[in-house]
């Protein structure tokens, strides 16, 4: 089976740093994904990881441990934007679709 | 580009109705999905489709049907709606090499908000 763990909810201060963390179990593993999805609208790609270690994209980097199955998606100099909800996604072993957690709605405040 | 377009963006049916959502994508990619998101829910598969008169089942495939005759299209299918259904349905895309490392994400359409009552 799948299973993926993130928390709920988080809150932040404009210009600080936040970690969102995401555990999962799954049959097979081809790779983990982070979207960011604002209220009413399509999730888009911000990140992948296949490989252990640290992917950095400007503000925003994500971590993976496949040994501990530990990701973990790191906001740099946050912004009012940034407010939305971000969704791990692992890739398994069979289909190609995508395995999704609930999502983590970030708040961010002034 | 357009990239994935979804049709209608709303749509509210009576229990038993059926309908079909449409999906279609410009970007040449073999892979295309869809989804549905329920409030405080991740996404869940419903069906997925790796090329054109190939389609196989997701996560939640009952209650719904697809079929992918063209590169392009993937139409979603409700045959009798059911409460159940009241959902958001997304539409995603992708290019993947079948056998070889994938790390192409998968492109959302704007989703199709869907009422049963």
Known sequence: GQNIDQPTEMTATEGAIVQINCTYQTSGFNGLFWYQQHAGEAPTFLSYNVLDGLEEKGRFSSFLSRSKGYSYLLLKELQMKDSASYLCAVRGGGADGLTFGKGTHLIIQP | ?117
Request: proline share 5%.
């Open chain 2, 1 to 117: 580009n357009a990239g994935v377009t979804q049709t209608p963006k709303f749509r509210i049916l009576k229990i038993g109705q059926s309908m079909t959502l449409q999906c279609t994508q410009d970007m040449n990619h073999n892979y295309m999905y869809w989804y549905r998101q329920d409030p405080g829910m991740g996404l869940k598969l419903i069906y997925y489709s790796v090329g054109a008169g190939i389609t196989d089942k997701g996560e939640v495939p009952n209650g719904y049907n697809v079929s992918r005759s063209t590169t392009e299209d993937f139409p979603l299918r409700l045959e009798l709606a059911a409460p159940s259904q009241t959902s958001v349905y997304f539409c995603a895309s992708s290019y993947s090499l079948r056998g070889g490392r994938n790390n192409q994400p998968q492109h959302f359409g704007d989703g199709t908000r869907l009422s049963i009552l």
